[in-house]
Protein backbone atom coordinates (compact mmCIF):
# COMPACT_ATOMS: atom_id res chain seq x y z
CA UNK A 1 0.00 0.00 0.00
CA UNK A 2 1.22 3.41 -0.61
CA UNK A 3 2.46 5.93 1.74
CA UNK A 4 -0.86 7.72 1.62
CA UNK A 5 -2.99 5.23 3.32
CA UNK A 6 -6.21 4.00 2.40
CA UNK A 7 -9.96 5.43 3.00
CA UNK A 8 -12.35 3.72 5.20
CA UNK A 9 -15.98 4.88 4.87
CA UNK A 10 -17.54 6.83 7.90
CA UNK A 11 -20.64 4.73 7.34
CA UNK A 12 -20.56 2.05 9.83
CA UNK A 13 -22.90 0.02 7.20
CA UNK A 14 -20.33 0.26 4.30
CA UNK A 15 -19.21 -3.31 3.49
CA UNK A 16 -16.31 -4.29 1.95
CA UNK A 17 -13.02 -5.91 3.44
CA UNK A 18 -10.66 -4.21 5.17
CA UNK A 19 -7.40 -3.67 4.09
CA UNK A 20 -4.11 -3.93 6.54
CA UNK A 21 -2.83 -0.70 8.27
CA UNK A 22 0.29 0.67 7.17
CA UNK A 23 3.11 0.64 10.25
CA UNK A 24 2.84 3.88 11.95
CA UNK A 25 -0.77 4.46 10.43
CA UNK A 26 -3.05 6.44 12.80
CA UNK A 27 -6.81 7.14 12.46
CA UNK A 28 -8.33 10.26 11.75
CA UNK A 29 -11.55 11.95 10.94
CA UNK A 30 -11.38 14.11 7.98
CA UNK A 31 -14.34 17.16 8.04
CA UNK A 32 -15.01 19.32 4.87
CA UNK A 33 -16.51 22.75 4.88
CA UNK A 34 -19.86 20.96 3.32
CA UNK A 35 -19.48 18.74 6.50
CA UNK A 36 -18.66 15.52 4.72
CA UNK A 37 -16.56 13.30 7.16
CA UNK A 38 -14.77 10.41 6.33
CA UNK A 39 -12.71 8.17 8.86
CA UNK A 40 -8.82 7.90 7.51
CA UNK A 41 -6.18 5.32 8.63
CA UNK A 42 -3.68 6.95 7.71
CA UNK A 43 0.91 7.30 8.14
CA UNK A 44 2.43 10.64 9.04
CA UNK A 45 4.17 11.38 5.82
CA UNK A 46 0.70 11.69 4.33
CA UNK A 47 -0.62 14.06 7.02
CA UNK A 48 2.60 15.89 6.66
CA UNK A 49 1.76 16.08 2.84
CA UNK A 50 -1.88 16.88 2.87
CA UNK A 51 -1.31 19.61 5.06
CA UNK A 52 2.28 20.79 4.84
CA UNK A 53 3.70 20.74 8.14
CA UNK A 54 6.83 19.55 9.31
CA UNK A 55 7.26 16.09 11.17
CA UNK A 56 7.95 18.38 14.87
CA UNK A 57 4.67 19.98 14.39
CA UNK A 58 3.03 16.40 13.62
CA UNK A 59 4.82 15.02 16.81
CA UNK A 60 3.07 17.01 19.37
CA UNK A 61 -0.02 15.56 18.38
CA UNK A 62 1.28 11.82 19.30
CA UNK A 63 -0.77 11.26 22.44
CA UNK A 64 2.02 8.29 23.07
CA UNK A 65 4.18 11.42 24.39
CA UNK A 66 3.60 14.48 27.10
CA UNK A 67 3.85 17.67 25.11
CA UNK A 68 1.94 20.37 26.78
CA UNK A 69 -1.24 22.36 25.19
CA UNK A 70 -0.38 24.16 21.99
CA UNK A 71 -2.20 26.29 19.19
CA UNK A 72 0.59 26.78 16.48
CA UNK A 73 -0.52 28.49 13.60
CA UNK A 74 1.57 27.87 10.23
CA UNK A 75 1.44 28.75 6.34
CA UNK A 76 -1.50 26.53 5.82
CA UNK A 77 -2.98 24.84 8.81
CA UNK A 78 -3.30 25.00 12.62
CA UNK A 79 -2.04 22.29 14.34
CA UNK A 80 -4.25 22.04 18.03
CA UNK A 81 -3.09 19.96 21.09
CA UNK A 82 -5.16 20.39 23.65
CA UNK A 83 -5.38 17.97 25.91
CA UNK A 84 -7.38 15.08 24.03
CA UNK A 85 -7.97 17.15 21.40
CA UNK A 86 -5.32 16.58 18.45
CA UNK A 87 -6.20 18.62 15.34
CA UNK A 88 -4.99 19.87 12.07
CA UNK A 89 -7.11 22.75 11.09
CA UNK A 90 -7.15 24.20 7.36
CA UNK A 91 -8.92 26.94 5.68
CA UNK A 92 -11.39 24.27 4.51
CA UNK A 93 -11.35 21.00 6.76
CA UNK A 94 -10.51 20.00 10.04
CA UNK A 95 -8.33 16.56 10.67
CA UNK A 96 -9.08 15.07 14.18
CA UNK A 97 -7.37 12.28 16.15
CA UNK A 98 -8.64 9.29 17.60
CA UNK A 99 -12.52 9.88 16.60
CA UNK A 100 -13.06 7.15 18.46
CA UNK A 101 -12.00 8.06 21.85
CA UNK A 102 -15.27 8.70 24.61
CA UNK A 103 -13.86 11.99 25.32
CA UNK A 104 -13.49 12.93 21.38
CA UNK A 105 -16.37 11.33 19.80
CA UNK A 106 -18.49 14.66 21.36
CA UNK A 107 -16.04 17.18 19.30
CA UNK A 108 -16.69 15.56 16.28
CA UNK A 109 -20.39 15.46 16.90
CA UNK A 110 -20.05 19.21 17.94
CA UNK A 111 -18.18 19.49 14.60
CA UNK A 112 -20.46 17.55 12.55
CA UNK A 113 -23.17 19.69 13.73
CA UNK A 114 -21.76 23.44 13.38
CA UNK A 115 -19.49 23.37 10.32
CA UNK A 116 -21.68 22.72 7.40
CA UNK A 117 -24.18 25.46 8.65
CA UNK A 118 -22.49 27.79 7.22
CA UNK A 119 -22.41 26.83 3.70
CA UNK A 120 -26.07 25.52 4.05
CA UNK A 121 -27.56 28.87 4.40
CA UNK A 122 -24.67 30.61 1.45
CA UNK A 123 -25.44 27.83 -1.03
CA UNK A 124 -29.50 28.38 -0.16
CA UNK A 125 -30.76 31.90 1.24
CA UNK A 126 -34.16 31.33 0.61
CA UNK A 127 -34.66 27.74 2.87
CA UNK A 128 -32.92 29.84 5.13
CA UNK A 129 -35.56 32.88 4.72
CA UNK A 130 -38.19 29.98 5.99
CA UNK A 131 -36.90 29.69 9.52
CA UNK A 132 -37.72 32.69 10.36
CA UNK A 133 -37.31 35.01 13.34
CA UNK A 134 -34.19 35.17 15.69
CA UNK A 135 -32.71 31.95 13.83
CA UNK A 136 -32.15 34.66 9.90
CA UNK A 137 -30.39 36.89 12.63
CA UNK A 138 -28.11 34.60 13.48
CA UNK A 139 -27.33 32.70 10.71
CA UNK A 140 -26.55 36.69 8.99
CA UNK A 141 -23.92 36.30 11.12
CA UNK A 142 -22.62 33.10 10.88
CA UNK A 143 -21.86 33.87 7.14
CA UNK A 144 -19.29 35.93 7.77
CA UNK A 145 -17.13 33.53 10.27
CA UNK A 146 -14.35 32.15 8.37
CA UNK A 147 -14.08 28.24 8.67
CA UNK A 148 -10.95 27.99 10.53
CA UNK A 149 -13.00 30.20 13.15
CA UNK A 150 -15.67 27.89 13.56
CA UNK A 151 -13.43 24.52 13.86
CA UNK A 152 -11.13 26.52 16.38
CA UNK A 153 -13.79 28.06 18.53
CA UNK A 154 -15.41 24.24 18.85
CA UNK A 155 -12.16 22.94 19.98
CA UNK A 156 -12.07 25.99 22.95
CA UNK A 157 -15.30 25.43 24.06
CA UNK A 158 -14.96 21.31 24.19
CA UNK A 159 -11.73 21.75 26.06
CA UNK A 160 -12.73 24.38 28.32
CA UNK A 161 -15.95 22.88 29.05
CA UNK A 162 -14.16 19.50 29.81
CA UNK A 163 -11.90 21.09 32.08
CA UNK A 164 -14.19 23.01 34.28
CA UNK A 165 -16.91 19.49 34.04
CA UNK A 166 -13.67 18.13 35.86
CA UNK A 167 -12.84 20.85 38.07
CA UNK A 168 -16.28 20.77 39.58
CA UNK A 169 -16.18 16.96 39.91
CA UNK A 170 -13.52 17.70 42.31
CA UNK A 171 -14.89 20.30 43.80
CA UNK A 172 -18.03 18.28 44.58
CA UNK A 173 -15.95 15.25 46.29
CA UNK A 174 -13.59 17.81 48.06
CA UNK A 175 -16.34 19.72 50.33
CA UNK A 176 -17.48 16.67 52.11
CA UNK A 177 -13.92 15.06 52.56
CA UNK A 178 -13.06 18.02 54.49
CA UNK A 179 -15.75 18.12 56.41
CA UNK A 180 -15.85 14.19 57.50
CA UNK A 181 -12.00 15.17 58.13
CA UNK A 182 -13.34 17.95 60.61
CA UNK A 183 -15.37 16.01 62.21
CA UNK A 184 -13.21 12.89 62.18
CA UNK A 185 -9.68 12.48 62.20
CA UNK A 186 -8.62 8.88 60.83
CA UNK A 187 -6.47 7.32 58.73
CA UNK A 188 -8.88 6.77 56.07
CA UNK A 189 -10.16 10.54 55.89
CA UNK A 190 -6.46 11.89 55.91
CA UNK A 191 -5.75 9.44 52.62
CA UNK A 192 -8.99 10.40 51.28
CA UNK A 193 -7.97 14.08 51.42
CA UNK A 194 -4.47 13.22 50.46
CA UNK A 195 -5.95 11.73 46.71
CA UNK A 196 -7.89 14.47 46.42
CA UNK A 197 -5.07 17.03 46.76
CA UNK A 198 -3.04 14.71 44.59
CA UNK A 199 -5.82 14.82 41.54
CA UNK A 200 -6.29 18.45 42.15
CA UNK A 201 -2.60 19.55 41.52
CA UNK A 202 -2.15 17.58 38.79
CA UNK A 203 -5.87 19.19 37.39
CA UNK A 204 -4.30 22.41 38.45
CA UNK A 205 -1.28 21.88 35.68
CA UNK A 206 -3.71 20.96 33.05
CA UNK A 207 -5.68 23.88 33.45
CA UNK A 208 -2.68 26.22 33.57
CA UNK A 209 -1.02 24.81 30.02
CA UNK A 210 -4.18 25.63 28.30
CA UNK A 211 -4.32 29.01 30.37
CA UNK A 212 -1.01 29.75 29.59
CA UNK A 213 -1.22 29.29 25.49
CA UNK A 214 -3.99 31.14 24.96
CA UNK A 215 -2.40 33.89 27.04
CA UNK A 216 0.27 33.63 24.86
CA UNK A 217 -1.36 34.00 21.48
CA UNK A 218 -3.27 36.82 23.09
CA UNK A 219 0.57 38.58 24.01
CA UNK A 220 1.25 38.26 20.54
CA UNK A 221 -0.55 39.60 17.57
CA UNK A 222 1.58 38.10 14.83
CA UNK A 223 0.64 34.75 16.46
CA UNK A 224 -2.73 35.54 16.07
CA UNK A 225 -2.30 36.60 12.59
CA UNK A 226 -0.59 33.10 11.33
CA UNK A 227 -4.12 31.90 12.28
CA UNK A 228 -5.87 33.31 9.64
CA UNK A 229 -5.60 30.95 7.12
CA UNK A 230 -8.51 32.10 4.88
CA UNK A 231 -6.66 35.39 4.76
CA UNK A 232 -3.60 33.99 4.03
CA UNK A 233 -4.70 31.66 1.14
CA UNK A 234 -7.25 34.92 -0.46
CA UNK A 235 -3.65 37.00 0.10
CA UNK A 236 -1.78 34.56 -2.38
CA UNK A 237 -4.21 34.00 -5.08
CA UNK A 238 -5.00 37.91 -5.21
CA UNK A 239 -2.63 39.76 -7.34
CA UNK A 240 -3.27 42.90 -5.21
CA UNK A 241 -3.30 42.26 -1.47
CA UNK A 242 -6.37 43.47 0.88
CA UNK A 243 -7.84 45.00 -2.03
CA UNK A 244 -10.90 43.04 -1.60
CA UNK A 245 -10.70 41.57 1.85
CA UNK A 246 -13.73 39.95 3.41
CA UNK A 247 -14.87 41.34 6.89
CA UNK A 248 -15.48 38.95 8.72
CA UNK A 249 -17.86 38.70 11.95
CA UNK A 250 -16.49 36.16 15.04
CA UNK A 251 -19.86 34.73 16.18
CA UNK A 252 -20.61 31.45 16.71
CA UNK A 253 -23.13 29.19 14.66
CA UNK A 254 -24.59 28.13 18.32
CA UNK A 255 -26.86 30.84 20.41
CA UNK A 256 -25.07 29.59 23.66
CA UNK A 257 -21.23 30.31 22.07
CA UNK A 258 -18.79 32.19 24.60
CA UNK A 259 -18.00 35.09 21.45
CA UNK A 260 -21.77 35.66 20.62
CA UNK A 261 -22.15 36.35 24.33
CA UNK A 262 -18.74 38.23 24.06
CA UNK A 263 -18.09 39.98 20.62
CA UNK A 264 -22.10 39.99 19.25
CA UNK A 265 -22.86 43.74 20.81
CA UNK A 266 -19.30 45.15 20.24
CA UNK A 267 -18.09 43.87 16.81
CA UNK A 268 -20.64 45.37 13.54
CA UNK A 269 -18.49 46.07 10.57
CA UNK A 270 -15.03 45.64 10.15
CA UNK A 271 -12.92 47.02 7.33
CA UNK A 272 -9.36 45.61 5.77
CA UNK A 273 -6.68 43.18 7.69
CA UNK A 274 -6.07 45.63 9.97
CA UNK A 275 -8.66 44.62 12.58
CA UNK A 276 -8.32 40.90 12.08
CA UNK A 277 -6.09 40.84 15.14
CA UNK A 278 -9.15 42.25 17.01
CA UNK A 279 -11.36 39.64 15.98
CA UNK A 280 -9.71 36.88 16.81
CA UNK A 281 -8.90 38.17 19.87
CA UNK A 282 -12.05 38.58 21.14
CA UNK A 283 -12.59 34.98 20.20
CA UNK A 284 -9.43 33.70 22.13
CA UNK A 285 -10.46 36.31 25.12
CA UNK A 286 -13.85 34.80 25.75
CA UNK A 287 -12.21 31.29 26.33
CA UNK A 288 -9.28 32.77 28.08
CA UNK A 289 -11.90 34.41 30.71
CA UNK A 290 -13.57 30.81 30.90
CA UNK A 291 -10.30 29.09 31.34
CA UNK A 292 -9.07 31.56 33.87
CA UNK A 293 -12.58 31.10 35.77
CA UNK A 294 -12.10 27.55 35.89
CA UNK A 295 -8.26 28.08 37.01
CA UNK A 296 -9.28 30.10 39.76
CA UNK A 297 -11.73 27.91 41.12
CA UNK A 298 -9.67 25.26 41.35
CA UNK A 299 -6.67 27.03 42.95
CA UNK A 300 -8.87 28.80 45.40
CA UNK A 301 -10.20 24.86 46.18
CA UNK A 302 -6.54 23.74 46.38
CA UNK A 303 -5.44 26.47 48.60
CA UNK A 304 -8.31 25.38 51.24
CA UNK A 305 -7.61 21.70 50.93
CA UNK A 306 -4.13 22.30 51.91
CA UNK A 307 -4.59 25.13 54.82
CA UNK A 308 -7.25 22.74 56.22
CA UNK A 309 -5.15 19.68 56.07
CA UNK A 310 -2.03 21.64 57.59
CA UNK A 311 -4.13 22.93 60.19
CA UNK A 312 -5.73 19.50 61.44
CA UNK A 313 -2.47 18.36 61.56
CA UNK A 314 -1.37 21.13 63.76
CA UNK A 315 -4.16 20.33 65.44
CA UNK A 316 -3.35 16.53 65.68
CA UNK A 317 0.26 17.09 66.59
CA UNK A 318 -0.61 19.45 70.07
CA UNK A 319 -3.78 16.66 70.83
CA UNK A 320 -1.13 13.81 70.37
CA UNK A 321 1.68 15.24 72.28
CA UNK A 322 -0.19 16.32 75.50
CA UNK A 323 -2.09 13.21 75.05
CA UNK A 324 0.38 10.68 75.01
CA UNK A 325 1.07 8.42 78.36
CA UNK A 326 4.02 10.02 78.96
CA UNK A 327 5.47 9.78 82.89
CA UNK A 328 5.99 13.36 83.71
CA UNK A 329 5.58 14.82 87.14
CA UNK A 330 3.53 18.02 86.28
CA UNK A 331 1.11 14.95 84.13
CA UNK A 332 0.09 14.08 87.93
CA UNK A 333 -2.98 15.29 88.57
CA UNK A 334 -3.88 17.19 85.80
CA UNK A 335 -5.96 15.08 83.77
CA UNK A 336 -8.34 18.10 83.12
CA UNK A 337 -5.89 20.43 81.20
CA UNK A 338 -6.26 17.77 78.56
CA UNK A 339 -9.89 18.98 77.18
CA UNK A 340 -8.47 22.54 77.41
CA UNK A 341 -5.77 22.08 75.60
CA UNK A 342 -7.93 20.13 72.50
CA UNK A 343 -10.40 22.86 73.20
CA UNK A 344 -7.76 25.81 72.67
CA UNK A 345 -5.56 23.70 69.58
CA UNK A 346 -8.89 23.78 68.19
CA UNK A 347 -9.71 27.16 68.24
CA UNK A 348 -5.78 28.13 67.45
CA UNK A 349 -6.10 25.84 64.17
CA UNK A 350 -9.37 27.38 63.25
CA UNK A 351 -8.02 31.22 63.50
CA UNK A 352 -4.98 30.36 61.58
CA UNK A 353 -7.17 28.85 58.81
CA UNK A 354 -9.94 32.00 58.54
CA UNK A 355 -6.09 34.55 58.39
CA UNK A 356 -4.19 32.19 55.64
CA UNK A 357 -7.74 32.42 53.37
CA UNK A 358 -8.33 36.33 54.26
CA UNK A 359 -4.78 36.52 53.36
CA UNK A 360 -5.06 34.99 49.85
CA UNK A 361 -8.11 36.86 49.19
CA UNK A 362 -6.67 40.09 49.96
CA UNK A 363 -3.58 39.86 48.27
CA UNK A 364 -5.65 38.50 45.02
CA UNK A 365 -4.46 35.21 44.87
CA UNK A 366 -7.64 32.89 44.93
CA UNK A 367 -10.82 34.57 44.05
CA UNK A 368 -13.43 36.46 46.14
Same mark, same amino acid.
Given at each position: MGRD?? =?VPADPQAGGLKKPKVAGSRSWILMDSTGNDTVLDIDKYAIMHRVQIH???LRILDPLLSYPSAILGREKAIVLNLEHIKAIITADEVLLRDPSDENVIPVVEELRRRLPLVNASRNGHGDAKELGGQHDVDTGEEDESPFEFRALEVALEAICSFLAARTTELETAAYPALDELTTKISSRNLDRVRKLKSGMTRLTARVQKVRDELEQLLDDDDDMADLYLSRKLAGASSPVSGSGAASWLVASPTIGSKISRVSRASVA????DENDVEELEMLLEAY??? =??GTFNKITTLELFLSSGTVCLAIYSLLAGIFGM? =???TWNTGYGYMFKWVVLLSGIFCCIIFVLIVTYARLKGLVGS
Open positions: GY =IARDTVHGFMQ =IDN =IPY
